[in-house]
């Protein structure tokens, strides 16, 4: 057992998802989203073989609705702003500790009452030993391998939106005392539009033991730039760097680019879980997963609707591991 959180491909007991629950955030998506959700729900349980989902619904309507769209899963209900687990639940370490850290609304912009408490709830729901850290850090700003490296972003973990008064050797000590990471991989800038301001898990994920996936920018891709200075500062920091499909240029209704991104699955115990959006490299990216999760069925999911509110799969997750 480690201080540290393991790395997301080791063993599950559970697994929180956010299940969509306010009409007037999602107007007209709200069901279509219900029904993505309840799918990725769906295929993480993989018929008893994979781990025990836990849908959060935020009231009683929409917790029938979830019941009802995903019958094996447990369904609980405690209020929340928003379906983003990722971000305001607690992160567990390997001792089955919930490390619940403050939270501001990414930097202010969606202030929505109960995600700033939701982690605490959810913790104590399951009757977890919290602690408690007094600064601003979102569950999908980080990735770990396992081993204590952890890969986050400049943009944002040195935003002056979330801990102003921290510099980066503060926030550096700070995810080592917190967490027990030992070394940090910094990366730029993550995805464009991206209104988390650069969420690691939307741009590059670990896959092994510093191994670490980046995305291929295609031809009109708006975030080739990025992916191409990912690649070179993991490498310069020694780290093995594997290239993945890309969607590309992935516009919403009224044409403009949105941060879709296949790095936003999920690995579960059974199973991994990718977002996939109609695009040409939908196939190619759910086959090479299939080549690095040799030992896991892989499932693709539409996830159009959940995107409309800002993320994927892994935003709405996160996994209490098996001790």
């Given amino acids: 057992m480690t201080l540290r959180p393991p790395a997301e491909w080791a063993p599950h007991d559970a697994v929180w998802i956010g299940f969509p629950s306010h009409a007037e955030l999602w107007l007209e998506d709200l069901e279509p989203a219900q029904a993505e959700v309840a799918a990725f729900a769906n295929a993480v349980h993989a018929d008893g073989r994979g ?27 405690e209020p929340f702003g928003d379906i983003w687990l990722r971000d305001t639940a607690a992160i567990l370490d390997g001792s089955g500790t919930a490390h619940d850290f403050d939270f501001n609304y990414w930097g ?13 709830r959810l913790a104590a729901r399951a009757q977890l030993k919290a602690e408690r850290h007094g600064w601003i850090l979102e569950g999908g700003a980080i990735d770990g391998d396992g081993t204590g490296r952890l890969v986050t972003t400049e943009q944002c973990l040195l935003n002056p939106n979330r801990n102003p008064g921290l510099s980066r050797e503060d926030i550096e000590a700070r995810l080592k005392a917190d967490l027990g990471y030992t070394s940090i991989l910094w990366l730029g800038e993550g995805l464009a539009n991206d209104h988390t ?67 936003n699955f999920y690995i579960g115990n059974a ?9 040409p490299n939908d196939q190619p990216a759910l086959d090479a997963l299939a080549a690095l999760f040799p030992g896991r069925d892989i499932v693709g999911v539409r996830a159009d609707h959940i995107l409309t509110g800002g993320g994927s799969v892994h935003c709405i997750s996160q996994q209490l591991p098996r001790l």
């Fill in 108 to 120: 202010g912009k969606y202030d929505l009452p109960g995600d700033e408490d939701i982690g605490a």
């Fill in 271 to 279: 199973v991994v879980v990718a977002p996939v959006y109609g695009q």
């Fill in 197 to 263: 301001d650069g969420h690691v898990d939307n741009l590059a994920r670990f896959v092994g033991e510093n191994r670490l996936l980046v995305p291929q920018g295609t031809q009109d891709d708006p975030n080739t730039v990025i992916y191409e200075d990912a690649a070179a500062r993991a490498e310069a920091a020694g780290t093995e760097v594997v290239r993945f499909p890309s969607p590309g240029r992935v516009l919403d209704e009224d044409g403009e680019i949105i941060p879709a991104s296949y790095m």
């Fill in 51 to 77: 781990e025990r989902v836990i849908l959060v619904a935020a009231d009683d309507r929409a917790a029938q609705a979830a019941q009802r769209l995903a019958p094996h899963a447990e369904v609980v209900v």
